[in-house]
């Protein structure tokens, strides 16, 4: 069984991470009552009796993940310590520092980067030499931070220096424009460079669009519809994904991106007719190298233990996953150009009902002309809890420079005054020239994206049939 190891950076990157590790305790913990996970759920499992009442019933043993968490503050990864996972996480799976990189990229990139890379690769190699079959490496952070922006781009270096035919899928979540961290733009930006140089795929996911579908969700529980509502201490409300304390603000966010990565690595976990492998999404959504970065959409949004409405019918999810509503940036695919795009079906779905609704959406989707098969299809026959199927689509879309557009605009605006730099070029190894490097990057970037998209208005739709006269 092909595995992979996730590497969690920065405090976003903890907070998700562990998020996705609960819900996927959850549903193998459903799926098999008795509770060994280790192939499907690609963890190491010891012969011991699991006191964590949040999986009451894994009663043979503790499943280990592989998985590495990284922040320089210890404050996410002790609420971690003390949570509902903390008999989960083995200690030297832990790397941690004290004061954290202060917002900024380069603390995190050049300062951490350099004093912490032999102990990163370090426990890298020892998470990679569990798996038998290593097939990729999923890194989660956010681009706004010093930690997650910095050493979480200079993680992906590393994997790229010691793993290099391995596959490396990034889930990166994308400040708004509304971020309380002044310098976020240039984080973002600096962090771009990286991601577009190093990494084979990019699952970008924007805070606005989350802040979106969480007040969407919210909004059905204040409405007085019948059967719209959200029920008490759900996981879309209070979820905190072995993190101990109160609520905070940003956990129906994060389960969200949980849920993301839990569609996504469904075929690895469990088994299906058409299962598909994670190093199959890079080779079948990225004709280029550069354009790997991949629009999500996931339906339902929510789980039925969380929101009581009813199950959406079959085809309707399928219109969903292409709505602007459910997508995970702020943009409407369906007025952008197709690259390619990924069905990841989840529950008792047959090919027949795969086929059927792509060809009713064909019309719609507009698809360069040298890929205009350009699907890539998996089934996996197990549904997520409380569903009888779900939907994740993946999309290369051109629809995603939008996101990046704005992103350069904030970049502009502070570097044009020079604000806030000095901070920067303080720190050793960072120089002024990585700035308009990162701002040439991400403007090449957008080019190409929109050399693309002018192909769309010179397609030749196909001729119509002639009509034979009888």
């Not at 990284?70 to 996480?89: A, C, H, K, T, W």
């Not at 520092?97 to 951490?112: C, E, I, K, L, Q």
């Not at 931070?145 to 270096?157: A, D, F, N, P, Q």
């Not at 549904?383 to 999309?395: E, Q, T």
Request: hydrophobic share 40%.
């Amino acid at each position: 069984m092909t595995q992979s190891v996730v590497v969690q950076v920065g405090q976003c990157g903890n907070q998700v991470g562990c998020r996705f590790w609960d819900l996927a305790l959850r549903e193998h913990s459903h799926v098999n009552k008795t509770g060994i996970y280790d192939e499907a759920l690609s963890m190491r499992v010891f012969g011991r009796l699991c006191a964590c009442a949040l999986y009451s019933l894994l009663t043979d043993a503790i499943a280990s993940p592989q998985a590495v968490l990284v922040d320089m503050e210890e404050g996410v990864v002790n609420e971690i310590l003390q949570g509902p996972l903390r008999e989960v996480f083995d200690s030297t799976q832990l790397i941690t520092d004290v004061s954290g990189s202060g917002n900024n990229w380069a603390v995190g990139h050049w300062t951490y980067g350099s004093a912490y890379k032999e102990v990163i690769v370090d426990q890298l190699r020892k998470t990679a030499e569990h798996c038998d079959c290593l097939q990729s490496f999923f890194l989660i952070h956010s681009m706004g931070g010093g930690t997650g922006s910095g050493l979480g781009t200079c993680v992906l270096k590393l994997l790229e220096e010691e793993f290099p035919e391995v596959c490396r899928i990034v889930a990166s979540v994308y400040p708004s424009a509304e971020d309380d961290v002044v310098t976020s733009p240039y984080n973002s930006v600096l962090a771009m460079r990286e991601l577009t140089e190093h990494a084979d795929c990019v699952l970008p996911v924007e805070n606005q669009s989350l802040v979106d579908i969480v007040n969407k969700i919210k909004h059905m529980s204040y409405s007085g519809n019948p059967g719209s509502m959200i029920k008490k201490d759900t996981a879309i409300i209070s979820g905190r994904g072995g993190v101990s304390g109160a609520q905070k603000p940003f956990d129906a966010m994060n389960n969200i991106i949980a849920n993301l990565l839990l569609n996504i690595t469904s075929s690895a976990r469990f088994e299906g007719s058409l299962n598909m492998d994670l190093n199959e999404i890079a080779m079948n959504l990225v004709p280029f190298p550069r354009l790997h970065y991949l629009v999500s959409s996931l339906t339902p949004l929510y789980t039925l233990s969380d929101v009581s409405i009813p199950t959406r019918r079959l085809d309707q999810m399928f219109t969903d996953a292409f709505s602007k509503d459910h997508q995970l940036i702020r943009a409407d695919p369906k007025h952008s150009l197709y690259l390619a795009c990924a069905l990841m079906v989840r529950g008792n779905v047959q090919v027949s009902d795969l086929r059927r609704n792509i060809e009713r959406l064909r019309p719609t989707l507009p698809f360069v002309s040298w890929n205009q098969e350009g699907w890539k299809t998996g089934l996996c026959g197990v549904p997520p809890v409380g569903h009888s199927h779900s939907l994740l689509a993946l999309a290369n879309n051109t629809c995603v420079k939008s996101t990046f557009m704005e992103l350069r605009d904030r970049f502009a605006k502070l570097y044009r005054k020079k604000a806030h730099l000095h901070h920067y070029l303080l720190v050793d190894g960072m120089e002024q020239g990585c700035f308009t490097e990162a701002s040439t990057s991400l403007s090449s970037l957008i080019e190409e994206y929109t050399q693309l998209d002018a192909t769309k208005t010179r397609m030749i739709p196909d001729p119509t049939r002639l009509n034979i006269a009888t």
